[in-house]
């Protein structure tokens, strides 16, 4: 924003000017000690003639003088009442790398608003910063604000935000931006600024705002608060200019307010809608729940377990959040689509490809399609995202007709559908119902045996088994309220085929747009929330995830957030091995693998790097790289107890590959 | 879709493996590395367990017709190995590495499995 008023006299503007002055008549004054007049030696050469007239006495006295003490910035500062507006609702961190284009709002946080609600979580990377915020809601339900440098900061943090967009995740991101093209400082922060910061994330945000004033960044502040928080939710951003930071609050007889912030009510299923579901639904013969960021709450697995067995209907959860109990004996795998005559797909993010199969393997490597449900299947969806798709990015993925389509918020419909479908239910159908069940767990209890069949292949391999992996860090967790916060790479879903999933804290979900690079800086934003709420947090981190931005660690060591993290290493770029495999398959030519294991450009070897090492330079325990299976427990038991005693640690892990 | 059923895999398979011309003697040693150079660890693991992209290969895999067969003509998730990029003779090699992997444990004798 344009700087309206000149006021006070001596100005961020007149200030470097005068610095600039100052230091260009510095740079040629010779050195003189004590003010001392240098001495004529003899055989000295004759004194230099000067170059330039004698200083007057205006500039000896600015050269040689005591600077005057520069007159203070009266009244309040505008970012100390950004500030206000901040701490009135609720956020708990600022996980930020600092930056000159935010330094007035740096500032006043940290003495004005004495470093709490929100404190400044020093970061090394932007996307490490909205990573951690993108965490850290998944766990407190609560979001945080990033600062970002205007421009390259927001840059870095892009990826982030993408993977919040995704996932549904709110992040307030305020980038820092110097408007007043004539006045703002040359060089380096002008190529800090832009017209319009925030056109880079516009396309996978929910909304963003340039604020020209205190009263308006009020509103701004609470508006993206409040849309960030409606579900369905997303990342916000607001740029601040530097100018509005910086300059005092004015007095032209406007009072400031802060707004109240009122939470919206989530959006619910239309009544037609959701009884028309609950009909399919009660006159199935073999209903299917799938369920993908359907619980946003512990209250939402609560109710989807509340419908699931009211069906007595198998629960397919997609993972984008702990949606469903692993040990109950509803949870189906994916195929259990097949034989599915209703479909109820809860906050998918990919319906197609619930009910249809892509494989990458047709004719000229173009992939071919196949339905995976019988044809007369109906298909009912519970969406928010439908209330928030936008053009650009391919997010919501391709079109699937669907028989009843409801453009709502799932755990909020949820308790009506239940309803709806209790009244629906038949008598003549209640006896077929408590059938199904009964087949369930028998169905449940095979699958069991098979997965732990399973898990028993390549046991004693070196490297370690991802099944292995697991299990021996679930074996030193048990005992405690844990929580894994990431599982980055692919270990075969493991940990949530056997370890025993019940609580929404147990499984966060993925990164959302998977981005790599989102497991590390999200798990010790989760650690952080279960950190305030006592928990134990653990993370499956893989190699290449971590290379991304590892400068987290530091932050995580920094703030002492207690995490566990354990190395799924695998010395690769794994999905990418494949994908150049499949394709040197497709064009009959060996895959050139260049004296490593994956095909060049796919490996992280050669040489190999030393995690462990790499972590404990930033502050951790770390212990690595472990090969031997059966040393790999002993190894995480240490771990453990250093995390319980409030540090981060990380056990370096050579893995099979997935 | 195409599929391939099991029975035509054995058929074609038949064809495929007098076509080459009578086998050598398969190296499970050769076979070890041939596995990693031609990328099978890939999807089913170093030793051919199997994962969320591949089905396990080992202990007990296919016989080597149907083995041969499917390696050659998927349609699944796996894209085809034609011989000009996986010989015969590597794939016989890679097929007795397989048949050397020892049976799993039994996961009830898994402590960790049972927890």
């Not at chain 1, 932007?126 to 965490?135: D, L, Q, Y």
């Not at chain 1, 495999?581 to 050669?606: C, E, H, K, W, Y």
Request: with cysteine; proline share 7%.
């Amino acid at each position: 924003m344009a700087r309206k008023d000149p006021r006070p006299e001596v100005n961020r503007r007149k200030f470097l000017a005068g610095v600039a002055v100052a230091g260009a008549a510095t740079a040629v004054t010779p050195p003189v000690a004590n003010g001392a007049t240098p001495a004529t030696l003899p055989n000295a050469e004759p004194p230099r003639r000067p170059s330039a007239l004698p200083p007057n006495m205006h500039v000896a006295a600015a050269e040689t003088a005591t600077p005057k003490e520069l007159p203070r910035i009266g009244g309040v500062a505008g970012s100390d009442f950004m500030v206000d507006v901040i701490k009135t609702l609720d956020i708990k961190y600022c996980p930020s790398n600092c930056a000159s284009s935010f330094r007035a709002i740096h500032e006043s946080l940290i003495n004005y608003g004495g470093n709490k609600m929100p404190e400044f979580l020093t970061c090394t990377h932007e996307e490490s910063a909205v990573g951690m915020a993108h965490g850290y809601f998944k766990i407190a339900g609560k979001p945080l604000i990033s600062l970002c440098h205007g421009t390259v900061g927001l840059q870095h943090a892009t990826m982030a935000v993408y993977n919040a967009w995704c996932d549904r995740v709110p992040v307030i991101v305020i980038g820092g931006n110097d408007l007043d093209a004539a006045h703002r400082p040359p060089g380096v922060p002008t190529f800090h600024s832009a017209q319009d910061i925030n056109a880079i994330v516009r396309d996978y945000t929910k909304w963003d705002d340039t604020p020209v004033g205190l009263q308006h960044f009020a509103q701004s502040f609470v508006r993206a608060y409040k849309i960030s928080m409606t579900p369905p939710y997303g990342p916000v951003a607001i740029s601040l200019d530097a100018g509005l930071q910086q300059e005092p609050i004015k007095g032209n007889g406007e009072k400031l307010q802060i707004p109240r912030y009122v939470a919206s009510s989530p959006p619910q299923g239309d009544t037609g809608a959701v009884k028309e579901a609950a009909r399919l639904l009660a006159n199935a013969q073999n209903p299917i729940i799938v369920a993908d960021r359907a619980a946003r709450t512990e209250n939402g697995v609560r109710l989807l377990v509340q419908l699931a067995e009211l069906l007595q209907a198998g629960v397919i959860d997609q993972g984008g959040r702990m949606n469903f109990p692993k040990t109950h004996y509803l949870s189906r795998p994916a195929t259990a689509v097949s034989n599915a005559d209703v479909v109820l797909g809860l906050e998918l993010s990919d319906f197609w490809a619930v009910v249809n199969a892509y494989t990458d393997n047709g004719e000229h490597g173009i992939g071919v399609n196949s339905t995976r449900v019988k044809p007369d299947t109906k298909l009912i969806s519970i969406n928010s995202s439908e209330l928030l798709t936008k053009a650009n990015y391919q997010d919501f993925q391709r079109f699937q007709t669907v028989d009843v389509s409801m453009p709502a918020d799932a755990e909020s419909t949820l308790p009506a559908l239940i309803e709806a479908v209790r009244s629906a239910i038949p008598n003549d159908r209640k006896a077929a119902i408590e059938k199904r069940g009964e087949a369930a767990k028998k169905a449940f209890a095979e699958a069991r045996e098979r997965t732990k069949q399973a898990a028993a292949l390549a046991w004693d391999a070196s490297p370690i088994s991802t099944a292995r992996l697991v299990m021996e860090t679930f074996a030193q967790i048990k005992g405690l309220d844990w929580s894994l916060v990431a599982s980055s790479g692919n270990v075969s879903n493991w940990p949530n085929r056997l370890w025993p999933m019940e609580k929404h804290y147990h499984w966060l979900g993925a990164s959302g747009g998977y981005g790599v690079g989102y497991g590390a800086p999200a798990s010790v934003g989760a650690a952080l929330a279960n950190r305030d709420l006592g928990r134990f947090s653990v993370s499956i981190q893989s190699d290449g995830d971590l290379m991304y931005a590892p400068g987290v660690l530091w932050t995580a060591a920094k703030h002492k957030i207690p995490l566990l993290a354990v190395m799924h290493n695998n010395r690769g770029y794994h999905q990418e091995v494949m994908h150049v495999q499949r394709l040197s398959n497709f064009r009959n030519r060996v895959a050139s693998l260049g004296g490593d294991m994956g095909p060049i450009g796919t490996s992280i070897q050669n040489p190999d790097i030393e995690y462990h090492k790499l972590a404990e330079s930033m502050g951790w325990w770390a212990k690595g790289p472990i090969t031997d299976p059966d040393k790999l427990g002993a190894v995480i038991k240490e771990a453990v107890a250093v995390v319980k005693s409030g540090q981060p640690a990380l056990v370096n892990v050579w893995t099979q590959p997935r | 879709m195409r599929f391939v059923s099991v029975r035509g895999l054995a058929a074609l398979a038949a064809g495929l493996v007098l076509g080459c011309g009578g086998a050598l003697a398969a190296s499970a040693e050769k076979g070890k590395i041939a596995f990693v150079q031609h990328g099978c660890w890939q999807c089913h693991g170093f030793q051919g367990q199997g994962g969320v992209t591949g089905p396990k290969l080992a202990p007990e895999p296919l016989p080597l017709e149907t083995f041969t067969a499917f390696v050659r003509t998927s349609n699944r998730t796996m894209p085809p190995y034609m011989e000009a990029i996986l010989s015969n003779e590597d794939l016989a090699d890679i097929h007795a590495y397989l048949e050397t992997l020892p049976k799993a444990p039994d996961p009830k004798s898994i402590p960790l499995l049972n927890q």
